[in-house]
């Protein structure tokens, strides 16, 4: 790349910040681009330890790994601050370990939905090592809601850079005005990725959820990705209840998810509205 738009790591010292690092420097080294890691302490006073330990990782990491990391360790808010060091760097992705939704750990899941929604770059949320090197096979799930230009353009950026063919999963809904909503979307993506020689093929799924039935194919065609769009305007009950892409996120059979965010001046183009 040549403006080396870097790759942002939220970083908290753990086994999943360790697994959102290997993902990233894949990433990194096919992009040709920086990786910053971003630990924001609790308070002031745990900065400067946090600063040596966080130096001590990235010189004994790059000794194994022939990629340029960097730090960043401030003190505030995960929420606004993450956001903020994304868009100060004009990071490309950012790529966050989090756990599963377990009992009380849908918080958890809450927790990084926040965090993602926040962001103007895409979010690739990983749980656990990767299983690849690349981008080859990424599911696109097409659903009746499906309505953001902005899941496209990312999905023509990174075929452009991976040589990623996506797949196009839909399912049958009963609701006849529900399943005309999710073939009219179907054939705005497919002209959409045609006129931009995106590599694509697709695929009806059985099954009722979108959400559950994609998860399963990803897993079934060894998958790399599952790229998704978050929810405008996100509530609390959201949050707590499950949205449909925090069931994708923290999918049980742990297939990394790309999150893009909607833009309100994309989303306004007609055929996408």
Known sequence: MNDNRPVIVPWDFSELSEYALEHAVNIAKMLKCDIFLVHIAKKTSDISSAEEKITNYINNFKKKHDVSILSIVKEGSIFSEI??????????????????????????????????????????????????????NIV???????????????????????????????????????????????????????????????????????????????KKINADMIMISTTKNISFQDYVLGASEQKIIANREKVPVMTVNPRTDLTKTKGLT
């Not at 750990?105 to 926040?114: D, E, I, M």
């Open 83 to 136: 956001s903020s060091i994304i868009e100060e760097k004009n990071a490309f992705f950012a790529v966050m370990g989090t756990h599963g939704i377990k009992g009380m750990q849908k918080f958890t899941g809450s927790w990084a939905l926040k965090v993602i929604a926040g962001s103007k770059s895409p979010f690739i949320v990983v749980q656990a090592p990767p299983s690849s090197v690349g981008l080859d």
């Open 140 to 218: 696109f799930p097409v659903d009746f809601s499906f309505s953001e230009k902005e899941k496209l353009l990312w999905a023509e950026l990174v075929s452009r850079y991976f040589n990623t063919t996506f797949h196009l999963c839909y399912t049958e809904n009963s609701d006849s005005s529900i399943q005309r909503k999710v073939n009219s979307n179907m054939i705005v993506a497919k002209k959409y990725l045609n006129t931009n020689n995106v590599k694509f093929e697709i695929i009806k799924l059985d099954g009722k959820e979108i959400a559950d039935s994609a998860v399963e194919y990803a």
